[in-house]
């Protein structure tokens, strides 16, 4: 059984930082991408950034310059650390993570999610 434990999350006020982070555990082959959604009230939930195994990013333009994806693989963890937050950026926070088994199929994980909060 794949568990993600995610942590980080909390109330910042405007143009603050905060970093998120993603921990996966239980038996499995392999990680590869990983990615964090968020989900505003209200709103579809979307994606914020993703991660490759070979550490490509790619951003929302919302983020763009402002949220850094990062991971360990020797950790099985993602962070995304971000910057210059915005009252706009409060929602709750998801990672997702892309495993491979150790039967080799592919299965998708979310995280619990977290909140966080941009008051202006």
């Known amino acids: 059984q794949v568990q993600l434990v995610e942590t980080g999350g909390g109330l910042v006020q405007t143009g603050g930082s905060l970093r998120l982070s993603c921990a996966a555990s239980?038996?499995?082959?392999?990680?590869?991408?990983m990615r964090w959604y968020r989900q505003a009230p209200g709103k579809q939930r979307e994606l914020v950034a993703t991660?490759?195994?070979?550490?490509?990013?790619n951003y929302a333009d919302s983020v763009k310059g402002r949220f850094a994806i990062s991971r360990d693989a020797a950790k099985n963890t993602v962070y995304l650390q971000m910057t210059s937050l915005k009252p706009e950026d409060t929602a709750v926070y998801f990672c997702?993570?892309?495993?491979?088994?150790?039967?080799?199929?592919?299965?998708?994980?979310w995280g619990q999610g977290t909140q966080v909060t941009v008051s202006s």
């Open positions: 997702n993570v892309e495993i491979r088994g150790v039967s080799g199929s592919i299965a998708h994980y």
């Open positions: 239980g038996r499995f082959a392999s990680i590869n991408a």
């Open positions: 991660i490759s195994v070979g550490s490509t990013s």
